[in-house]
């Protein structure tokens, strides 16, 4: 089985998620839906069963062979998510990585029990916003921080049922797209809470992965030693 995630508080200072993430290729499956079609599961998604094991919600425990969990993809800026996708999904798949084109958030599939024929969506936007991202690094308490990509921020949005989520049960484990980093302590800084988030470099896939159970606006900032 997949490992417990803990509910957790998360302060200032947080710890990261022990393990590496992994990107997967999408593939042609069964659920496949030609662009341009508006069909369930999802308008340009893709939908693929991912074995098991030692994953991103695993905690680094491990697990069997029969567990699963699922990749939601599109190559967009949003990901529409239906209950009919929801349901197609076999009973032993616990957790799923919904992916788009900026980035992904991997979650407990008991998050999204609620879906039904309501708006339902993760939107992951990447833009400019200098003026913010400056007003934020103002504050003493981010002393010897700095923006990692200049007025760079991400804005994760889930919406389950027309309501944004911004806070969730379980732990979420968010990656996103940003491309090469220059060496040094990685944080992402929550711009709503104001949490200071430790975070880690993929290498493989040119992103910043970070755990978290509140979404919003993100900047990613280096700490000066």
Same mark, same amino acid.
């Given at each position: 089985?997949?490992? #417990?995630?803990?509910?957790?508080?998360?302060? @200032?200072?947080?710890? /990261?998620?022990?393990?590496?993430?992994?990107?997967? *290729?999408?593939?042609?499956?069964?659920?496949?839906?030609?662009? &341009?079609?508006?069909?369930?599961?999802?308008?340009?998604?893709?939908?693929?069963?991912?074995?098991? &094991?030692?994953?991103?919600?695993?905690?680094?425990?491990?697990?069997?062979?029969?567990?699963? $969990?699922?990749?939601?993809?599109?190559? +967009?800026?949003?990901?529409?998510?239906?209950?009919?996708? !929801?349901?197609?999904? =076999?009973?032993? *798949? +616990?957790?799923?990585?919904?992916? *788009?084109?900026?980035?992904?958030?991997?979650?407990?599939? #008991?998050?999204? $029990?609620?879906?039904?024929?309501?708006? =339902? @969506?993760?939107?992951?936007?990447?833009?400019?916003?200098?003026?913010? *991202?400056?007003?934020?690094?103002?504050?003493?308490?981010?002393? &010897?921080?700095?923006?990692? @990509?200049?007025?760079?921020? %991400?804005?994760?949005?889930?919406?389950?049922?027309?309501?944004?989520?911004?806070?969730?049960?379980? #732990?979420? /484990?968010?990656?996103?797209?940003?491309?090469? /980093?220059? $060496?040094?302590?990685? %944080?992402? !800084?929550?711009?709503?809470?104001?949490?200071? /988030? +430790?975070? +880690? @470099?993929?290498? $493989?896939?040119?992103?910043?992965?970070?755990?978290?159970?509140?979404?919003?606006?993100?900047?990613?900032?280096?700490?000066?030693?």
């Amino acid at each position: 089985m997949v490992g #417990k995630t803990e509910s957790v508080e998360f302060v @200032y200072e947080e710890t /990261i998620p022990p393990t590496e993430p992994t990107e997967v *290729v999408p593939s042609r499956s069964p659920f496949d839906i030609i662009p &341009g079609v508006n069909t369930s599961p999802s308008k340009n998604t893709e939908i693929k069963d991912i074995a098991g &094991g030692n994953t991103p919600l695993s905690d680094g425990r491990g697990g069997t062979g029969s567990d699963k $969990k699922s990749l939601f993809v599109t190559g +967009k800026n949003t990901l529409r998510i239906t209950k009919e996708a !929801l349901h197609s999904l =076999s009973t032993k *798949v +616990k957790s799923i990585r919904l992916s *788009v084109k900026d980035g992904s958030v991997s979650l407990r599939v #008991k998050e999204l $029990k609620d879906v039904t024929d309501g708006t =339902s @969506y993760l939107k992951i936007i990447k833009k400019n916003n200098a003026k913010a *991202v400056k007003k934020v690094l103002k504050n003493k308490k981010y002393a &010897g921080f700095k923006a990692a @990509y200049g007025g760079r921020l %991400y804005d994760v949005k889930l919406v389950v049922n027309g309501k944004n989520v911004t806070k969730t049960t379980s #732990k979420l /484990i968010v990656s996103l797209k940003t491309g090469k /980093i220059k $060496k040094g302590s990685i %944080y992402v !800084l929550n711009l709503k809470t104001g949490k200071k /988030i +430790k975070a +880690k @470099y993929d290498k $493989k896939t040119k992103s910043v992965v970070f755990g978290t159970r509140e979404l919003g606006k993100f900047v990613v900032a280096l700490k000066s030693n």
